[in-house]
């Protein structure tokens, strides 16, 4: 029987900005510019023949922000709502399904990438340089490999529908800075701004990765 599978994608907005402090430097009589950013995404595609459907759904915000007053960026993990942090895969089998998929679902695999290369060029000594390393700003526990190797298990629910759901501790566990940012002088902060040029996403496969 042939197997079809969807990837679905969750953009994970990621901005830089000041929730618990505000990133101050030194300067001029300028006001710093402010700005705000509108995530756009795509409704989800679903195969005709597929043995079911996936769906993705969270709540989650990430922001960079000042985790003390010498500048380290923090990656601070927040709720769009007044719910508890969550994401949430649902599996739901389709009619003409075999039994087994029905009983048990599919075996899937949930990771995370980023939708851009997202790089903030750095010298030895941690500070920006335009010809600096480019260093990647996240790191994920899974990456994604195109192998079907971290296999998740699925909470039956009574409408014949499977769950897994990640809580904010977990989480975290799976997403965070590649390593300590320190943002010194206002130019880092821009530089650093300009490469969160795009989102983080999550994807839920059959092992079959469709686009």
């Not at 993705?56 to 719910?83: G, P, Y």
């Not at 994401?87 to 695999?109: C, G, H, R, W, Y």
């Not at 500070?127 to 480019?134: C, E």
């Amino acid at each position: 029987m042939k197997r079809l599978s969807i990837l679905v994608a969750l953009m994970l907005c990621v901005t830089i900005g000041g929730v618990y402090a505000a990133w101050t430097y030194a300067g001029t009589n300028d006001i710093a510019d402010a700005y705000a950013e509108a995530k756009v995404t795509i409704t989800d595609a679903e195969l005709t023949g597929a043995n079911g459907t996936y769906k993705v759904e969270s709540n989650l915000v990430l922001t960079i922000d000042q985790a003390n007053e010498d500048h380290e960026a923090e990656l601070v993990f927040s709720s769009n709502n007044s719910e508890a942090i969550f994401l949430k895969v649902t599996f739901i089998p389709a009619d003409n399904a075999p039994q087994a998929i029905k009983n048990d679902a599919v075996e899937s695999e949930l990771y995370f990438g980023t939708t851009t290369l997202m790089q903030y060029k750095m010298d030895a000594d941690g500070n920006y340089s335009a010809d600096g390393t480019p260093t990647d700003i996240f790191t994920f526990v899974n990456g994604g490999n195109g192998e079907l190797d971290n296999i998740f298990t699925w909470t039956p629910q009574q409408d014949g529908s499977f769950t897994y759901t990640l809580d904010e501790t977990a989480l975290k566990d799976q997403i965070s800075l590649s390593q300590t940012f320190v943002l010194d002088i206002k130019t880092e902060h821009d530089a650093f701004r300009e490469a969160l040029n795009g989102n983080i996403v999550a994807r839920v496969t059959d092992g079959t990765v469709t686009n």
